[in-house]
């Protein structure tokens, strides 16, 4: 039975072309007079542009409706199981699932973008989450299930504290405390790069020849210790001298931008820009926000 119900389903039953609902009048209207938010525009162009990846296309012919199905986020899931409808055939409960998923505190939203709410009520939802630790006596699947909960929360950027609630001083001060410390990116933002130090007396054939094979993503440990021993400028001996360490692991940031020192999104929520993308995906062209959709 279940191979003839996936057999049934097929991806060409869904014409997404015949369905760019945001070129409708009413609709339009509607979202001029601000009768629309803005956490419900992202997440209904999120929702098309991941109707639209191979990977959520497959789950669905393939009948991949839980909510854990792939280790995918929440959000993704929603979508494999209403696919076959557009943003507006949605019902209201179905929409607003997805809203509140979009910008839920283990969210990952397409890659550059912002979902966090713009109400001050979401915006404390969604900031601040409470972590109930197991009872005495429960079981050590309890313990684990509470460390898996917490590693979530700490893979989406959150650092978790505790925090001294009994008076309000305490809160503030704790508050405090916290807003001078650096910040948190989540775990799918994170890359994690060798950096390599270049011989200071480099010719530049070899300088420009070493961007070249950074910019390819060829370059290798090997060849730079090449390039190094091409390029000896001071005594080798000790292991530890600062010449022997050509290279360091770091962390890099992705997806974003810098604004007064601090890094935000890489990209600006542009409401109309995206659903001309859509439109011309459909027509067969390559769309830098369905790409974006992680899920």
Same mark, same amino acid.
């Given at each position: 039975?279940?191979?003839?119900?996936?057999? #049934?389903?097929?991806?060409?039953?869904?014409?997404?072309?015949?369905?760019?609902?945001?070129?409708?009048?009413?609709?339009?209207?509607?979202?001029?007079?601000?009768?629309?938010?803005?956490?419900?525009?992202?997440?209904?162009?999120?929702?098309?542009?991941?109707?639209?990846?191979?990977?959520?296309?497959? #789950?669905?012919?393939?009948?991949?409706? %839980?909510?854990?199905?792939?280790?995918?986020?929440?959000?993704?899931?929603?979508?494999?199981?209403?696919?076959?409808?557009?943003?507006?055939?949605?019902?209201?409960?179905?929409?607003?699932?997805?809203?509140?998923?979009?910008?839920?505190?283990? %969210?990952?939203?397409?890659?550059?973008?912002?979902?966090?709410?713009?109400?001050?009520?979401?915006?404390?939802?969604?900031?601040?989450?409470?972590?109930?630790?197991?009872?005495?006596?429960?079981?050590?699947?309890?313990?684990?299930?509470?460390?898996?909960?917490?590693?979530?929360?700490?893979?989406?950027?959150?650092?978790?504290?505790?925090?001294?609630?009994?008076?309000?001083?305490?809160?503030?001060?704790?508050? #405090?405390?916290?807003?001078?410390?650096?910040?948190?990116?989540?775990?799918?933002?994170?890359? *994690? /790069?060798? $950096?390599?130090? $270049?011989?200071?007396?480099?010719?530049?054939?070899?300088?420009?020849?070493?961007?070249?094979?950074?910019?390819?993503?060829?370059?290798?440990?090997?060849?730079?210790?090449?390039?190094?021993?091409?390029?000896?400028?001071? *005594?080798?001996?000790? /292991?530890?001298?600062?010449?022997?360490?050509?290279?360091?692991?770091?962390?890099? $940031?992705?997806?974003?931008?810098?604004?007064?020192?601090?890094?935000?999104?890489?990209?600006?929520?542009?409401?109309?820009?995206?659903?001309?993308?859509?439109?011309?995906?459909?027509?067969?062209? $390559?769309?830098?926000? /369905?790409?974006?959709?992680?899920?």
């Amino acid at each position: 039975m279940k191979l003839k119900r996936h057999s #049934a389903r097929n991806i060409s039953q869904v014409n997404f072309a015949a369905q760019h609902w945001w070129k409708d009048r009413a609709f339009i209207q509607r979202l001029a007079e601000g009768h629309i938010s803005i956490e419900e525009q992202k997440a209904a162009v999120w929702y098309e542009a991941a109707r639209r990846r191979p990977e959520i296309q497959q #789950a669905w012919i393939e009948g991949n409706f %839980s909510l854990v199905a792939n280790g995918w986020q929440f959000f993704t899931c929603y979508v494999v199981n209403y696919l076959i409808r557009s943003w507006p055939e949605l019902d209201p409960i179905q929409m607003a699932s997805l809203t509140r998923a979009s910008y839920g505190p283990w %969210s990952v939203p397409p890659a550059g973008f912002s979902t966090f709410p713009t109400t001050e009520a979401e915006q404390m939802k969604v900031s601040l989450q409470k972590l109930n630790l197991p009872k005495p006596g429960e079981t050590p699947d309890a313990a684990q299930r509470f460390v898996e909960h917490a590693r979530q929360f700490a893979d989406n950027g959150f650092t978790i504290f505790a925090v001294d609630t009994k008076q309000h001083q305490a809160v503030r001060a704790a508050c #405090a405390a916290i807003e001078k410390l650096p910040p948190t990116f989540r775990k799918s933002d994170l890359k *994690p /790069v060798m $950096v390599y130090r $270049v011989p200071p007396n480099i010719s530049q054939a070899d300088e420009q020849a070493l961007k070249q094979m950074e910019q390819q993503g060829t370059l290798t440990s090997q060849y730079m210790d090449e390039l190094w021993r091409k390029y000896p400028s001071k *005594p080798t001996n000790s /292991v530890n001298a600062q010449w022997n360490r050509i290279a360091e692991g770091q962390v890099r $940031v992705l997806h974003k931008r810098p604004r007064k020192g601090k890094l935000i999104e890489g990209k600006q929520f542009n409401f109309e820009g995206i659903c001309h993308e859509l439109e011309a995906f459909d027509n067969g062209c $390559v769309s830098d926000f /369905v790409n974006a959709v992680r899920l």
